[in-house]
């Protein structure tokens, strides 16, 4: 199993833009991560990584699994313009930073119910920050 957000890059899409919510949604539905892609807070270019995700309701919850301390937590902090991709239905949204320990640790619980306490502990050693993504 790969680890939740390993680096790799996202394949170009010929859909620019918000795709409809309807398409990406039903994208989430069938996938265990997403890609994510970030901009560099000093390079300027975008980062594409693979993450675990968790769905609430019309907001998407990201863990970064070093905490406050991945760079592409950083990133969204500095510029939170990002794209999150799902099979090939995309989605650019503007993305807000959760360092609120009790919404960090509900988001982390969602985390668990989704992929297992274990893997959750496994993957995730500083569990200080979350990020939430509005899907509509």
Do not use: H
């Amino acid at each position: 199993m790969a680890t939740p957000d390993a680096p790799c890059a996202l394949q170009p899409s010929r859909n620019n833009g918000r795709m409809a919510d309807e398409q990406f949604t039903n994208a989430l539905e069938a996938a265990r991560e997403v890609e994510l892609t970030v901009t560099g807070r000093k390079s300027g270019r975008e980062s594409s990584r693979p993450v675990w995700f968790v769905r609430e309701g019309d907001k998407l919850y990201l863990v970064p699994v070093t905490g406050s301390d991945s760079n592409w937590y950083k990133n969204v902090q500095s510029t939170p313009t990002i794209r999150v991709a799902a099979d090939a239905a995309q989605l650019s949204a503007t993305a807000s930073p959760i360092s609120d320990p009790a919404k960090v640790g509900q988001v982390l619980d969602m985390f668990r119910a989704k992929y297992g306490a274990r893997d959750v502990e496994a993957y995730y050693p500083k569990q200080d920050a979350a990020v939430e993504v509005p899907l509509s």
